[in-house]
């Protein structure tokens, strides 16, 4: 027992040469913070807001200065509110990096702001590789596989730096939004708001409409086709353009949806009936794109295809950041010029 | 001595189709039930389609939606069905056959392991992507990994006995297995693509790929019908079959060349389909007992028989999405191959 009890004292009662260290520590902290300048900065440092998080309420601070951001889909946002982001993952579901090894939608600012790129070789999360980035806050969630590995390694996360979990998102405005409400930058979301507002108004104004109302389609690498609901992320703003958004739905029989929501997947059989709009607008998710839809017998008798209105837009408006809808504006505007 | 051994083995399971005419009447039973299962793949889907418009697709197509869908998109699936189902039964029973192993399906040869890490490969490092590309590097694949096997398992002192075989083949199977793990693991694209082949399917398959894989096929099939008898005569065991004068060797070469074209025909068309080539082998052993002269023909129909029903049951369990054939043979597969055991019918080989 003695040996036991002693080792306990000793935890009890650091010895005297650390305890001189501790504080002496101690001391240097409050002499710096003393130091700094006009004071304001130090209590910005030290003063914590609560957000919600997918865990419950966490303790964040009012301004962080290292953030850590494990999905590369809510990356992007972070680099539009020009948050300090010093390490990111590059993932985003069909968008191949650039030479950078980021998204070439937010490749140049990270390299600006000099962000470490996240390991994102192997199934694994590397939990060293946050905690050496020495972030005072952390981000993860969102869309697809890396929000699961957030959520698996949140303990450790949580011993690093606090750790917000966010939900996965279908609009980009409520992803916006949240992430501004995170790290303390909401004053920058109306701005950002009003931008898209009047880039869709210049846009719609130099439309010529095809015929509506449109149908929005992807097909998986399997073949099956997947129909996108009206009230997803591209069809919203196709809606800001002018475009209806067919009633996929109805037609459909309200079909079990995928996934978050923004999508169905229906057989190719029943495809001649959910996608009879005389528009429609597909997308290469899943490395099929539309030239060669337009050789399948199925999707060359829809309407849309056998009248020449199928037209495609990239991977990335399907479930787009503040970028990716803004981008997602452009092509709309030399699509249907 | 073949015909003296074959009803001794019968004894034991005691299968009900035992004379000549019984099972000619079995296998003619087995091509009206194959006609049904290709009438229902024909006329079941997520669309409604009449009989009468299944017949009016093939005699006065109009293209309508029901026409289209039983033209370009059943009657496809059916006809690849058709011919991998058979590719699978056969394989199987042959391997079982050459191994005189009850366990054995196509996969102890590494030709699922070796299409796998072929096609993983062809994603990874070529960057394919279609359905097409990834057949010609699945069928390249399982070849290579199958000669492998025999190779490795013939390399001992004595020529590839079963036991060697089955040793050889869960090496390599395990070697290849891992390293297909490895490269999908090491990207996200790869795995992302990857994994819609690793789930064998009937639907959004080429036929220009059938038409490639069936020469394979074909010589698979003919191959395994002309080793029947060598077949029975392993079943007795290599002395015996050696004294009735079999070369053992090139007769056990000769129908594992038959399992590679078979199994490696059947992979590059729809994927790693599994069970089919397990299950089927046992099914016709209990119909017909331990004589492969007949084995043989009853697996060729009852493959795609079961593949067939298989597929129709997958589009209409998750109507109007579909589940892949592959998903629906693992979870049918299973119970029935467990009921077999059951049943005691595995016949001892």
Redesign the interface.
Known sequence: MAPVGEHAAAVRAPRPGLRALLVGLAALLVLAGCGGGDGSGASAETETRTVQSERGPVQVPAAPQRIAVLSGSLAGDLFTLEAPVVAADP?V?GV?ADASGFPPSWSARAQQQGTQRLA????GLSIEQVAAARPDLIIGGGQG?TAAQAANAYPQLQEIAPTVLLPAFTQWQDQLGRIAEVVGRTDRVPGLLQAYQDRAAQVRGALRLPPQPTVFLYQ?????PYVITPTAALPAIARDLGFVPDDVITK??N??LFGTGDSF??????L??VADAPTAIVLPIG?IPLDQLRTN??YA?LPAFASGNAYELPSTSFRPDYQGAMSTLDTFGTLFR | MTATAAPAAEERSAPPLTTGTARAAGLLAGVVLLVVAVLLSLAV???PVSPAQVISAFTDYA?T?AH??VR???LPRTLIGIAVGAALGVAGTVIQGVTRNPLADPGILGIEAGAAFAVVTAIYVLGV?T?TGYAWFALLGAGVAAVAVYALGASGRAAASPVTLALAGAAVAALLTALTSALA?????TL??FR?WV?G?L??RDLGMLAGAEPFLLVGVLLALSSTRALNALALGEDVARSLGQRVALSRALAALAVICCAGGAVAVAGPIGFVGLVVPHAARALVGPDYRWIVPYSLLMGPILLLVADVLG?VLV????L?VGIVMAVIGAPVFIWLVRRGKLVQL
């Open positions: 993932r579901l191949q994102s070789e192997g199934a596989f998986a690498r399997d073949g099956k459909a029989d079909p079990p997947e229906t057989s190719p059989e029943l001649p009936r490395q017998p199925v008798r | 889907g997520a669309l293209g939606d289209v869908a370009e998109l059943r992507t359905v693991l090491l990207d996200s694209g992302d693509a819609f789930v399917s639907a959004g589009r109507s109007p999405g579909e892949q």
